[in-house]
């Protein structure tokens, strides 16, 4: 019988069959995709938030243990666990060398990632070069790789895994972990958790995801209905708005649209709904889907003119252009004379200032409602651009409720021999919002303690047999 049993094939899955090897346990990986999109969401990442108290190789400054966990507490507003979170954040100091020895390599934040270069490692090659990094790993190592694998049910007694049903076949193992992502690829489960709204919308059917179509939250919803326990609310997940254009599935990083900041954001009546200059962008992304979301039809529309061009990061689709504004508006599909009366109004209310976007500058509006706090210049400048934008889920925060030994619970017991990582229990340190590469610290964190729980708890019960 084999030791440990990985159910999943990104970052999370991964790390812990990785570490199960390492510990001894001879091990089983279960990746529902083909072997062409392996990898799961973890295949479209580019960096790691880290712990570090002085400077290292790419990584400026220090970013020491109560800064994350301030910026976590932050983020989540309390929805969070702190042994759990500490759990992740000291770990995310010590991982990367752990890293480096499977083959993964980092650089320096590049030009329009700066104001990241003293938190997040970046990866080199991106999530892609990472995951194929691991796999190679695991290959010389001599974990067993099955992709086209996906488990459908697991066979429980009480809090006890037994075994793994992956199509008409039952795989046991001494022990289990469990990194099968959220649920975010599954359109019937977001349709669900969201409703339908005042307007008689179903919201969720206008998302777009960000990552793999692979994760349908097959287990998480086996688990639910099985007894585990579960941590978090099922609307809430890492949203932000990209192109409308993106394809529905695995559309990645170069779809976020970054000039909302620089620009308006207007809904289908060509209203303003929200202040596009709160805050920094790289603070202010993550909501932007959710926004949009509840807008009628699930659409905005970002406006920006040619003052914005080369400030940020070019999305992979060009911005509709025209010479005018009321041409703009055509070309969007937008009623002209609603879009000429709010820019118009913008205009008339931007408040001269001094512009510079690295500080939350006094370029504001007046007498407007919403206001737009800072960087608000007149759109009057040709040619200007549009981005019809829709909410873009990036992963869902749903998950199973865990411990510091990475256990799942089962009404209020901690499995011995059942383990989860990554998506899958984010929710327990992310009940709500995001800070930018927390994904990978609790995947790389979970994913390793996991893998090495699971080879214990496997290796003992090894003995126990044999015995
Ligand atoms: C576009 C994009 C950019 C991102 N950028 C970053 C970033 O820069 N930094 C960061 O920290 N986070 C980022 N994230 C979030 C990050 O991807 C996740 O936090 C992390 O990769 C989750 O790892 P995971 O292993 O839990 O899930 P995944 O990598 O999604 O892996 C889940 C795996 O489980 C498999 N699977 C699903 N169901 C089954 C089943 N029933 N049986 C067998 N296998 C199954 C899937 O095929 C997949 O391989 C990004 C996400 C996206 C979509």
Redesign the pocket.
């Known amino acids: 019988m084999i030791d440990v049993l990985v159910?999943?094939?990104?970052?999370?899955?991964?790390?812990a069959a990785l570490m199960a090897r390492e510990s001894g346990a001879s091990v089983l990986m279960?990746?529902?995709?083909p072997r062409e999109?392996?990898?799961?969401?973890?295949?479209?990442?580019?960096?790691?938030?880290c712990m570090h108290d002085a400077p290292q190789d790419v990584l400026q400054d220090a970013y020491p243990e109560e800064e994350f966990w301030q910026d976590l507490l932050k983020v989540t507003g309390g929805a969070t666990d702190e042994q759990l979170a500490r759990l992740v954040i000291r770990a995310s100091s010590t991982c990367r060398d752990w890293m480096r020895r499977h083959g993964v390599h980092f650089q320096p934040s590049l030009a329009g990632t700066l104001h990241l270069s003293r938190t997040?490692a970046f990866f080199m090659g991106g999530?892609k070069a990472l995951?194929n990094a691991y796999y190679r790993s695991a290959q010389k190592l001599g974990v067993q790789v099955r992709y086209d694998?996906?488990?459908?049910a697991l066979e429980l007694e009480g809090d006890r895994f037994v075994a793994a049903r992956?199509g008409g076949e039952r795989i046991e193992a001494r022990s289990c972990v469990l990194?099968?992502?959220?649920f975010e690829s599954n359109r019937e489960w977001l349709r669900e958790a969201w409703g339908q709204n005042e307007r008689g919308e179903w919201p969720a059917d206008n998302f777009l995801?960000?990552?793999?179509r692979?994760?349908?939250?097959?287990?998480l919803r086996h688990m639910i209905d099985a007894g585990a326990d579960i941590i978090g609310d099922p609307s809430q997940s890492?949203c932000v708005a990209i192109d409308a254009r993106a394809p529905l599935y695995d559309?990645?990083?170069v779809t976020?649209v970054d000039c909302v900041s620089l620009g308006v954001m207007l809904n289908r009546d060509a209203r303003r709904f929200y202040d596009e200059g709160e805050d920094f962008w790289p603070k202010r992304y993550a909501i932007w889907g959710r926004l949009v979301a509840q807008q009628p039809g699930q659409i905005g529309y970002c406006i920006i003119d040619n003052k914005a061009l080369g400030r940020f990061m070019p999305p992979v689709f060009p911005g509709v252009r025209a010479d005018t504004l009321p041409e703009l508006a055509r070309a969007l599909g937008l009623d002209e004379t609603a879009f000429m009366r709010t820019l118009e109004d913008f205009n008339a209310a931007c408040r001269p200032g001094t512009f510079d976007h690295t500080v939350l500058d006094d370029c504001a509006t007046a007498g407007l409602a919403p206001p737009k706090t800072h960087w608000a210049r007149p759109i009057d400048t040709p040619p200007f651009l549009g981005y019809a934008l829709r909410p873009?889920i990036?992963?869902t925060y749903l998950g199973l409720k865990t411990n510091e030994d990475a256990a799942v619970h089962v009404g209020g017991r901690p499995s011995g021999n059942l383990f989860v990582?990554?998506?899958?229990m984010?929710g327990n340190v992310l009940g709500q919002g995001y800070t930018?590469?927390?994904?990978?610290?609790?995947?790389t964190a979970f994913?390793r303690l996991a893998g090495s729980r699971a080879a214990a708890a496997a290796l003992r019960e090894g003995v126990h047999a044999a015995a």
């Open positions: 159910v999943g094939g990104g970052n999370a899955a991964l790390c279960l990746e529902s995709a999109w392996r990898g799961g969401n973890s295949m479209h990442v580019r960096n790691l938030r997040n999530g995951v694998s996906p488990v459908d992956a990194a099968c992502g959220g995801i960000r990552g793999t692979f994760n349908q939250g097959v287990l890492h559309g990645g990083i976020r873009g990036t992963f990582a990554g998506e899958m984010a930018a590469g927390v994904g990978m610290s609790i995947g994913g």
